[in-house]
């Protein structure tokens, strides 16, 4: 500590009544008043020590310096003369000292930085070392999350649903959780996703992911969806950017008992038509039947009418011929050349 080191350099007949100085100064100061301090990854922070000067003090009779919760030295002011060699190596380099407004700035912010500091303010007067002021600053350190990034695990149809990733990256502190939001034309649904969470060892920045595996909704073929990443303590939000998908027009859905009446219609549709030809084809059949069967009686009928009229219209030999022939018979045949009248 600074007190340790400036006593080595006194007269030994003054380091104890100024431990015992230092000592009822704390218990003074105990109370001081704190001040909150913010700020963000890789840049400065502020780390007041609000001074009120009234006596015009100048800093060649002043002792001024910031220590971190662990005792080590940020910056020292001895007397108006800074004293590198007392500061940390882990902040060398990365301070600097605004003397209008009594604050210290330390510069490329880490996330190792985050914690307490406190400012001491010492005059040194006639009777030695005299502490003025005190004051505690609380740092927090923050690192905005990359914008969230939406990933589709599949192509996205009615039958598949919506499966998707959401991912950022190099913030700080974790997140309390991550949503997506599906936006259609009637509504908005949030749907909490299982949060992966990595943090890296050297920068302690944390990289976080999830994912929605959902139906695609029934009453629409248009949905947005927007990937939210919801703070710790700051109420603060980081969105994507939409996602949009578009399907085309939904199915209408019918209801289970309106398709068993619909198949029950078909089919009985079906069985009227069916039975309707069986019996025209019988009909049909029928009449064919009774057609030929017609035919073959009335060709019967024929073939009997004309076999009776063969039978009664047999031609009889007549009179005249029968003596005609019994005659001619009788005619001699060498002599060829006789006549008969």
């Given amino acids: 500590m600074w007190a340790t080191a400036e006593a080595a350099k006194m007269d030994p007949r003054c380091t104890m009544g100024l431990r015992i100085t230092l000592f009822v100064a704390a218990l003074l100061l105990s109370g001081a008043a704190s001040h909150k301090s913010q700020a963000y990854f890789n840049e400065t922070a502020d780390l007041p020590c609000r001074f009120t000067n009234s006596r015009n003090i100048s800093l060649g009779e002043l002792v001024i310096f910031w220590q971190d919760h662990q005792n080590l030295v940020l910056y020292e002011s001895y007397l108006g003369n800074e004293k590198p060699?007392?500061?940390?190596?882990?902040?060398?380099?990365?301070?600097?000292?605004?003397?209008?407004?009594?604050?210290?700035r330390l510069h490329n912010v880490q996330i190792k930085d985050k914690g307490s500091y406190q400012c001491f303010i010492h005059h040194k007067g006639p009777r030695g070392f005299v502490p003025l002021f005190q004051m505690t600053s609380e740092l927090s350190v923050f690192a905005n999350f990359s914008e969230p990034e939406i990933s589709p695990l599949s192509n996205i149809t009615r039958q598949?649903?919506?499966?998707?990733?959401?991912?950022?990256?190099?913030?700080y502190p974790q997140p309390i959780r991550i949503s997506?939001?599906?936006?259609?034309?009637?509504?908005?649904?949030?749907?909490?996703?299982?949060?992966?969470?990595?943090?890296?060892?050297?920068?302690?920045?944390?990289n976080v992911s999830t994912s929605l595996s959902v139906p695609?909704?029934?009453?629409t073929s248009n949905v947005t969806i927007v990937c939210v990443i919801y703070m710790d303590s700051r109420e603060t939000l980081f969105f994507s950017p939409p996602f949009n998908t578009v399907l085309p027009d939904p199915s209408p859905v019918i209801d289970q008992r309106h398709f068993v009446a619909i198949a029950l219609v078909l089919l009985t549709g079906f069985a009227l038509v069916f039975l309707l030809i069986k019996w025209m084809m019988k009909k049909k059949k029928k009449k064919k039947q009774q057609t030929t069967s017609s035919r073959e009686e009335a060709i019967n009928t024929e073939s009997e009418e004309t076999k009776e009229r063969e039978k009664s219209h047999v031609p009889e030999q007549d009179d005249e011929e029968a003596p005609c022939v019994l005659h001619c018979s009788k005619i001699p045949s060498g002599n060829r050349n006789a006549t008969h009248f």
């Fill in 160 to 171: 598949s649903g919506i499966n998707l990733t959401c991912s950022s990256s190099q913030g």
């Fill in 216 to 219: 695609f909704p029934d009453d």
């Fill in 85 to 104: 060699d007392n500061v940390d190596a882990k902040y060398m380099g990365r301070t600097s000292f605004d003397q209008d407004n009594w604050t210290l």
């Fill in 180 to 206: 997506f939001w599906l936006k259609t034309k009637n509504s908005t649904v949030e749907h909490d996703g299982v949060m992966e969470i990595l943090q890296d060892n050297d920068t302690e920045l944390y």
